[in-house]
C-alpha cells in the first residue's frame, strides 16, 4: 500500500463554499503554514435523492475543489463516511437513509431507534441490514469514481477516510442492541458474543472499504478513525488497526481536564500502524461545550507531543453551526490565530515530520475487560454510549468496583490508572498498546493492568516480551490459572518507585518530577525535535528543564559539527529557548540554525 505523507492539513468544506472563492480560500490556508487541505464529501449533498450523485454541480462541486487544491500545491484528504458529521443536517446522510424505517436499527418492539443529533433527529440506520449496507457501498463506489483520477501520485489525494464519525452514533449497543432482521440473524449465531457490535461494524467497513478498493485498485489510500474518548467506545482501535493501517483520531478536550485526550493519543500511537489525528479543533460545534483558543492549541501539541505523524485543524475556514476558526468565512484571521501559524510554519521549517518519538513503557489495555466495563455502564448509563462520558473526563470504570478483579469489574482500570500516574511521575515517555491491535510490543517495559480472560494472542505478546529479554509487570487476575504460572507475580498496585525499578537503565533521567523529555529521532538517529511535557503544578524554569540533556549537533563547514543551543521550534526569531515551563506546558524545541531549506512545503510563503 502506498503510504500517505505526514500532512499538516486544515479543513475547508467545499460544499460550504462558492466555488469561485475555492483559489483564495486554499491560498489562504497555504500562508497559515498548511501542506493539505481536508474536507468531508456528504452523501446528502451529492444525492440528496434517490438518484446518482452529481459531483460537478454548482451546489455539489467537489471536482472543483480538488482541481483548485491540485492548482495550489495542496494535499487533500477527503472523508467519504457514509455519516461524515460535520454538524450536517442528518451526519451528511440523505433524508432517504434518514427516514427509512425499513434500514433502521429497531427496538426489540420494532420501532426504529432515534437519534437526537441537532437539528433535526434522525432514525439510526442499522450496519446490519444488507439493504443499508448496498446502498452505502454504491456511494462509497460512486465518490471514488468521482475521485479516482485525482488520486496521488498523479494528483492531490492521498487519503480516502471510511465510517461514521461516531460508530453507533452515540449508543452504547451493548445496552440497546439492534433489533433489525438481520441485526437478529447476526445475533442467533453468536449468542451471548460480547464482541458482536465491533464485527458487525467492521463488516459493514469492510463492504464499503470493498466497493472503494474495486473502484480505485489495490493500494487505495484508505482509511478509519476513532473518536474522541477512543479507549471506551463501542468498536475497540486494536480491531479497526487491524482492518486499516492508517487510523486517525479526532481530537477533542480541555486543557484543564487533559487526560482524557492525552490517553486518547497514546493509545492510537502505540496500536495503529500509521496513526494520525484526523481532527483537532480549533473552534467548537454549537450542541458542545466551549473550547477556548488555550484549548485548542493545547490539544494540538498534544498530539504532536504523542507522536502522531500529522494532523488536521477543523475548522480553518469557519462555517455555519460552529463557533470559532483559524480563518472566518471571510478570511479573516481569529485574534489567536497568529499562534497556530507560528507553530505550523515551524513544524514546516523543521524536521518533526521525519521524527519518531522513543517511548520506553508499553501500557496494555485489555480490551476483554474494556467490553466488561461497557457491558456493566449499559446497567449504569443506559444507551448512552461510556465514550461520551469519558470524553468529559469520566470514565465508566470509575463506577465500577475497584477491587473486583472479574472482567465486569473496576480492579484493572485502577491498576492501568496507577500504572499511568507511575509513568508520568517519572517523567517516561510511554504508550498505550490495545492488546487486539496488530503492532509488536518493542519498548524496555510492558504493563499489563489484568490477566483475567485475556485472549491468547494478548498472553503471546507477554511471554514474546519475556522471551526477549523485555521486562513485564501484571495486575491481578481474578484466579490464578495453570497457563499463566509461567507470568511473574501479579503487582497489587503499580507505583513510582515499582516502575522506575522495571524500567532500570532504560528509565530516562529527568531533573524534575511529572516532566516528560521526549527525543523525537529520524532515520540516522539524530534527535530532531524535543517534546517537553510538564504535569507538575509549580513553574519549571527552562535551564532546569533541560539540565542533563545533551546539546545537539548543528552541521558546520563540510563534516564538521559543532554543539547549538536549543530554540522553540514556533519562535523562529529566537534563537535559545528561554523562560519558564507553566504547569500543564507542552513545548517543542529544536537545534538552533537546523531551519528547512527555502522553499520547503509549509515554510514561509
Same mark, same amino acid.
Request: aromatic share 6%; glycine share 10%; charged share 20%.
Given at each position: 500500500?502506498?503510504?500517505?505523507?505526514?500532512?499538516?492539513?486544515?479543513?475547508?468544506?467545499?460544499?460550504?463554499?462558492?466555488?469561485?472563492?475555492?483559489?483564495?480560500?486554499?491560498?489562504?490556508?497555504?500562508?497559515?503554514?498548511?501542506?493539505?487541505?481536508?474536507?468531508?464529501?456528504?452523501?446528502?449533498?451529492?444525492?440528496?435523492?434517490?438518484?446518482?450523485?452529481?459531483?460537478?454541480?454548482?451546489?455539489?462541486?467537489?471536482?472543483?475543489?480538488?482541481?483548485?487544491?491540485?492548482?495550489?500545491?495542496?494535499?487533500?484528504?477527503?472523508?467519504?463516511?457514509?455519516?461524515?458529521? $460535520?454538524?450536517?443536517?442528518?451526519?451528511?446522510?440523505?433524508?432517504?437513509?434518514?427516514?427509512?424505517?425499513?434500514?433502521?436499527?429497531?427496538?426489540?418492539?420494532?420501532?426504529?431507534?432515534?437519534?437526537?443529533?441537532?437539528?433535526?433527529?434522525?432514525?439510526?440506520?442499522?450496519?446490519?441490514?444488507?439493504?443499508?449496507?448496498?446502498?452505502?457501498?454504491?456511494?462509497?463506489?460512486?465518490?471514488?469514481?468521482?475521485?479516482?483520477?485525482?488520486?496521488?501520485?498523479?494528483?492531490?489525494?492521498?487519503?480516502?477516510?471510511?465510517?461514521?464519525?461516531?460508530?453507533?452514533?452515540?449508543?452504547?449497543?451493548?445496552?440497546?442492541?439492534?433489533?433489525?432482521?438481520?441485526?437478529?440473524?447476526?445475533?442467533?449465531?453468536?449468542?451471548?458474543?460480547?464482541?458482536?457490535?465491533?464485527?458487525?461494524?467492521?463488516?459493514?467497513?469492510?463492504?464499503?472499504?470493498?466497493?472503494?478498493?474495486?473502484?480505485?485498485?489495490?493500494?487505495?489510500?484508505?482509511?478509519?478513525?476513532?473518536?474522541?474518548?477512543?479507549?471506551?467506545?463501542?468498536?475497540?482501535?486494536?480491531?479497526?488497526?487491524?482492518?486499516?493501517?492508517?487510523?486517525?483520531?479526532?481530537?477533542?478536550?480541555?486543557?484543564?481536564?487533559?487526560?482524557?485526550?492525552?490517553?486518547?493519543?497514546?493509545?492510537?500511537?502505540?496500536?495503529?500502524?500509521?496513526?494520525?489525528?484526523?481532527?483537532?479543533?480549533?473552534?467548537?460545534?454549537?450542541?458542545?461545550?466551549?473550547?477556548?483558543?488555550?484549548?485548542?492549541?493545547?490539544?494540538?501539541?498534544?498530539?504532536?507531543?504523542?507522536?502522531?505523524?500529522?494532523?488536521?485543524?477543523?475548522?480553518?475556514?469557519?462555517?455555519?453551526?460552529?463557533?470559532?476558526?483559524?480563518?472566518?468565512?471571510?478570511?479573516?484571521?481569529?485574534?489567536?490565530?497568529?499562534?497556530?501559524?507560528?507553530?505550523?510554519?515551524?513544524?514546516?521549517?523543521?524536521?518533526?515530520?521525519?521524527?519518531?518519538?522513543?517511548?520506553?513503557?508499553?501500557?496494555?489495555?485489555?480490551?476483554?475487560?474494556?467490553?466488561?466495563?461497557?457491558?456493566?455502564?449499559?446497567?449504569?448509563?443506559?444507551?448512552?454510549?461510556?465514550?461520551?462520558?469519558?470524553?468529559?473526563?469520566? $470514565?465508566?470504570?470509575?463506577?465500577?468496583?475497584?477491587?473486583?478483579?472479574?472482567?465486569?469489574?473496576?480492579?484493572?482500570?485502577?491498576?492501568?490508572?496507577?500504572?499511568?500516574?507511575?509513568?508520568?511521575?517519572?517523567?517516561?515517555?510511554?504508550?498505550?498498546?490495545?492488546?487486539?491491535?496488530?503492532?509488536?510490543?518493542?519498548?524496555?517495559?510492558?504493563?499489563?493492568?489484568?490477566?483475567?480472560?485475556?485472549?491468547?494472542?494478548?498472553?503471546?505478546?507477554?511471554?514474546?516480551?519475556?522471551?526477549?529479554?523485555?521486562?513485564?509487570?501484571?495486575?491481578?487476575?481474578?484466579?490464578?490459572?495453570?497457563?499463566?504460572?509461567?507470568?511473574?507475580?501479579?503487582?497489587?498496585?503499580?507505583?513510582?518507585?515499582?516502575?522506575?525499578?522495571?524500567?532500570?537503565?532504560?528509565?530516562?533521567?529527568?531533573?524534575?518530577?511529572?516532566?516528560?523529555?521526549?527525543?523525537?529521532?529520524?532515520?540516522?538517529?539524530?534527535?530532531?525535535?524535543?517534546?517537553?511535557?510538564?504535569?507538575?503544578?509549580?513553574?519549571?524554569?527552562?535551564?532546569? $528543564?533541560?539540565?542533563?540533556?545533551?546539546?545537539?549537533?548543528?552541521?558546520?563547514?563540510?563534516?564538521?559539527?559543532?554543539?547549538?543551543?536549543?530554540?522553540?521550534?514556533?519562535?523562529?526569531?529566537?534563537?535559545?529557548?528561554?523562560?519558564?515551563?507553566?504547569?500543564?506546558?507542552?513545548?517543542?524545541?529544536?537545534?538552533?540554525?537546523?531551519?528547512?531549506?527555502?522553499?520547503?512545503?509549509?515554510?514561509?510563503?
Amino acid at each position: 500500500m502506498r503510504r500517505p505523507p505526514p500532512v499538516i492539513a486544515a479543513s475547508l468544506h467545499y460544499c460550504r463554499r462558492n466555488a469561485r472563492s475555492l483559489a483564495a480560500d486554499l491560498q489562504a490556508l497555504r500562508r497559515l503554514g498548511a501542506n493539505a487541505v481536508e474536507s468531508p464529501v456528504p452523501w446528502s449533498v451529492h444525492a440528496p435523492a434517490a438518484a446518482d450523485p452529481a459531483f460537478d454541480r454548482d451546489d455539489a462541486h467537489l471536482v472543483a475543489f480538488l482541481e483548485a487544491a491540485a492548482h495550489a500545491g495542496l494535499d487533500v484528504l477527503l472523508r467519504l463516511g457514509p455519516a461524515v458529521g $460535520a454538524d450536517l443536517t442528518g451526519l451528511g446522510l440523505p433524508p432517504s437513509v434518514t427516514a427509512d424505517r425499513e434500514t433502521a436499527a429497531r427496538h426489540p418492539d420494532g420501532e426504529p431507534h432515534v437519534v437526537p443529533i441537532p437539528p433535526r433527529w434522525i432514525l439510526a440506520p442499522s450496519y446490519a441490514a444488507a439493504a443499508y449496507r448496498n446502498r452505502a457501498a454504491a456511494w462509497i463506489a460512486a465518490a471514488a469514481t468521482a475521485v479516482r483520477p485525482f488520486l496521488a501520485p498523479h494528483g492531490p489525494v492521498h487519503t480516502l477516510t471510511l465510517g461514521d464519525a461516531w460508530p453507533y452514533l452515540g449508543r452504547n449497543p451493548l445496552a440497546a442492541p439492534d433489533h433489525h432482521p438481520d441485526a437478529r440473524a447476526a445475533r442467533d449465531t453468536s449468542p451471548d458474543d460480547p464482541t458482536l457490535p465491533e464485527r458487525v461494524y467492521l463488516d459493514f467497513l469492510g463492504k464499503i472499504a470493498r466497493a472503494a478498493a474495486e473502484t480505485l485498485g489495490d493500494g487505495a489510500p484508505l482509511a478509519t478513525t476513532l473518536p474522541p474518548a477512543a479507549l471506551f467506545q463501542p468498536v475497540g482501535a486494536g480491531l479497526l488497526a487491524r482492518a486499516f493501517d492508517r487510523v486517525g483520531l479526532d481530537a477533542y478536550g480541555w486543557r484543564e481536564h487533559p487526560a482524557p485526550l492525552t490517553r486518547d493519543a497514546l493509545l492510537l500511537c502505540g496500536t495503529a500502524r500509521t496513526p494520525f489525528a484526523s481532527l483537532v479543533a480549533t473552534g467548537t460545534p454549537t450542541y458542545l461545550p466551549h473550547l477556548g483558543p488555550d484549548d485548542h492549541l493545547h490539544g494540538l501539541r498534544t498530539c504532536l507531543a504523542a507522536g502522531l505523524p500529522g494532523f488536521v485543524l477543523s475548522m480553518g475556514v469557519g462555517r455555519d453551526r460552529w463557533i470559532g476558526g483559524l480563518l472566518d468565512e471571510n478570511l479573516r484571521e481569529a485574534e489567536a490565530t497568529h499562534r497556530h501559524r507560528r507553530l505550523l510554519h515551524g513544524l514546516g521549517r523543521s524536521d518533526w515530520l521525519a521524527g519518531r518519538r522513543r517511548p520506553v513503557a508499553a501500557l496494555l489495555v485489555p480490551r476483554g475487560a474494556v467490553r466488561g466495563t461497557l457491558a456493566a455502564a449499559a446497567e449504569l448509563l443506559g444507551p448512552v454510549a461510556p465514550g461520551l462520558a469519558a470524553a468529559a473526563d469520566f $470514565a465508566p470504570a470509575e463506577a465500577l468496583d475497584p477491587d473486583d478483579t472479574t472482567a465486569a469489574g473496576g480492579a484493572w482500570w485502577r491498576w492501568l490508572v496507577a500504572a499511568e500516574h507511575a509513568l508520568q511521575e517519572l517523567g517516561a515517555p510511554y504508550v498505550l498498546v490495545d492488546d487486539e491491535g496488530p503492532l509488536p510490543v518493542e519498548t524496555p517495559l510492558l504493563l499489563a493492568p489484568t490477566t483475567t480472560d485475556l485472549a491468547p494472542a494478548s498472553l503471546e505478546r507477554i511471554r514474546a516480551q519475556l522471551a526477549r529479554g523485555g521486562r513485564v509487570l501484571c495486575g491481578p487476575a481474578a484466579a490464578t490459572a495453570g497457563d499463566l504460572a509461567d507470568l511473574p507475580p501479579a503487582v497489587p498496585l503499580p507505583d513510582a518507585p515499582a516502575v522506575a525499578a522495571a524500567l532500570g537503565d532504560a528509565l530516562p533521567p529527568t531533573p524534575v518530577e511529572r516532566l516528560e523529555r521526549s527525543a523525537f529521532v529520524d532515520a540516522a538517529g539524530d534527535t530532531v525535535v524535543v517534546a517537553l511535557v510538564h504535569r507538575s503544578t509549580r513553574d519549571v524554569p527552562l535551564g532546569l $528543564a533541560l539540565e542533563g540533556w545533551p546539546a545537539p549537533d548543528a552541521p558546520g563547514r563540510g563534516d564538521e559539527r559543532h554543539a547549538a543551543p536549543w530554540r522553540d521550534l514556533d519562535e523562529p526569531g529566537a534563537a535559545r529557548a528561554a523562560g519558564t515551563l507553566a504547569p500543564g506546558d507542552v513545548r517543542f524545541l529544536v537545534p538552533a540554525g537546523r531551519g528547512s531549506p527555502a522553499g520547503r512545503e509549509g515554510g514561509e510563503p
